[in-house]
């Protein structure tokens, strides 16, 4: 059991940038610093080291330091490439080792998960779904992923929910070929950050709220939704990342595409308490991401 007050690390590793906290939650970051992540991750690795390492000198050590990283990643202990990026579409960082390496440079517990599970865990324990023992986090960002709790655990197979990548049924007319390295036009392919500029040529926060790409976007992260609903029936689904908080009227258009896609086949207003109140952004914001690197070195302290 950690001491009140006892300080955590966290790095959440992000397919842009870096955030690296020091603090025990929401109320009470002593530190933050991003560093960009580029395509070099020796250089950026060194550069947390170093921010880490600034940040416990000014208010001291950390026991235990949460990785939250974009993936796939491998977490399956027993394995030899255990804490590594596995193959990934970021430049440079497929089959880097990640919780390895930082636990040797501080010699704390580590926990080691996905940027999506850190954050539904921090949702889950400060955010918009504490108390629920059954919910979904989606971040829309760079790329598309997704956390998933099922009966208060995260869930876990032989990998980690890799969701934004499934196939969907496209829009009516929608011929693009979508932007995914590994899958053309899955979820990610056409809805992320990435995908929004390489379609328009302009970055997704600068496109007007009534451009027509934005029904293109909802109807894809409709069918990301659906797929949730149908499966493990999450009690709620927030939905987070950068693009959302630069466009927030996208969650409305969202909700209305998945009411057409269900078509009644469930009450979801009976069941849910209305669609407005069903799926929400993250109670934490921005912070989910980071904050979820708090709640995985909070986890590995009670492993």
């Given at each position: 059991?950690?001491?009140?007050g006892t300080l955590l690390g966290g790095v959440e590793l992000g397919g842009t940038k870096c955030v690296c906290l ?48 974009f993936g796939p990643v491998d977490l399956a202990r027993n394995s030899p490439t255990y804490g590594c990026i596995t193959a990934t579409v970021k430049p440079g960082w497929s089959h880097t080792s990640i919780a390895a ?203």
């Amino acid at each position: 059991m950690m001491a009140p007050g006892t300080l955590l690390g966290g790095v959440e590793l992000g397919g842009t940038k870096c955030v690296c906290l020091i603090g025990t939650g929401p109320d009470d970051i002593r530190a933050q610093v991003s560093v960009p992540t580029g395509n070099d991750p020796e250089a950026t690795l060194c550069r947390i080291e170093e921010v880490l390492r600034n940040g416990m000198a000014l208010h001291g050590p950390i026991e235990a330091l949460g990785i939250a990283s974009f993936g796939p990643v491998d977490l399956a202990r027993n394995s030899p490439t255990y804490g590594c990026i596995t193959a990934t579409v970021k430049p440079g960082w497929s089959h880097t080792s990640i919780a390895a390496r930082l636990q040797h440079a501080f010699k704390v517990p580590v926990g080691f998960d996905t940027d999506v599970n850190g954050a539904a865990l921090a949702e889950g324990r400060w955010g918009a779904a504490k108390n629920l023992l059954d919910y979904a986090y989606v971040t829309v960002g760079t790329g598309v992923g997704v956390g998933l709790v099922v009966n208060g655990r995260l869930a876990h197979g032989f990998g980690h929910p890799e969701l934004g990548h499934i196939r969907i049924a496209r829009k009516s007319g929608d011929s693009w070929p979508g932007a995914c390295a590994f899958h053309g036009d899955c979820v990610e392919g056409l809805a992320s950050g990435v995908a929004i500029a390489a379609r328009t040529g302009v970055a997704a926060d600068s496109i007007p709220a009534d451009s027509p790409v934005w029904d293109l976007v909802a109807h894809a992260l409709s069918q990301l939704l659906h797929t949730l609903v149908l499966t493990t029936a999450p009690r709620r689904i927030l939905v987070g990342g950068g693009v959302v908080a630069a466009r927030p009227t996208l969650l409305e258009q969202v909700r209305r595409e998945l009411r057409t896609s269900l078509n009644a086949y469930l009450d979801l207003d009976r069941l849910t308490g209305g669609l407005d109140r069903y799926i929400v952004p993250p109670g934490l914001g921005l912070l989910a991401g980071p904050l979820g690197a708090l709640a995985l070195a909070l986890a590995a302290t009670a492993n």
